[in-house]
């Protein structure tokens, strides 16, 4: 079992506890970022969703299917038992879903953790309906307190993998998604982009 999957099981309970940590202000931007690309009654794949916390939220907001999409058994069994909120074990890299079946993705705090991440890339185009939505939520590491805390990750075992806004926008050009970043707050930033 890899370093990454054997953290996200242990800390599977905290994460639990913890998770809820969206306010009403940064779902209704998140819900902004995604109603241009989903319609009431609509699909998303939250990859890496863990808990589930934020999916739950995202469905009653936008009135749309929430699928958490997570490889740790432990997180994925938190995700609530809802109608419009589902859970499937699986990697951002090997989606279990048919082409075009989202209206978009979404990826919060999540990106620097997938191994392969031209991979991940290619399978949100797949999965996701031509001009449907990829919404990524990440961190910046060009900061002293971001380069440590990259350093940590990778110690960890973890893959590390942080793209600068600039560096996101490009790579997802590359892999047939194009859209624009925008700082948050700190060294948080979103990419919002569109599936040719």
Known sequence: MCARMAFFNWAAPAFNR?????????????????????????RIIDVGGGTGALARKLSLALDAEVVVLDPTPEMIRYVPDESRVGAV??????????????????????????RDQPGAAAEFARVVRP?????????????????????IERLLGEPGAFFTPEQMCAFFAEHDIDGVCERIKGPSYRFTGTIR
Request: aromatic share 12%; hydrophobic share 50%; proline share 8%.
């Open 131 to 151: 001009g449907g939505g990829v919404v990524v939520l990440e961190l910046d590491p060009s900061g002293p307190f971001m380069r440590m805390l990259a350093a």
């Open 18 to 42: 913890l998770a809820d940590r969206w306010s009403p202000e940064s779902i209704d931007d998140i819900v902004g970022w995604l109603r241009p690309y989903v319609a009431p009654h609509g």
């Open 89 to 114: 074990l699986g990697s951002a890299e090997a989606m279990p879903f048919d082409d075009g079946w989202a209206d978009a993705v979404l990826v919060s705090d999540a990106f620097h953790h997938f």
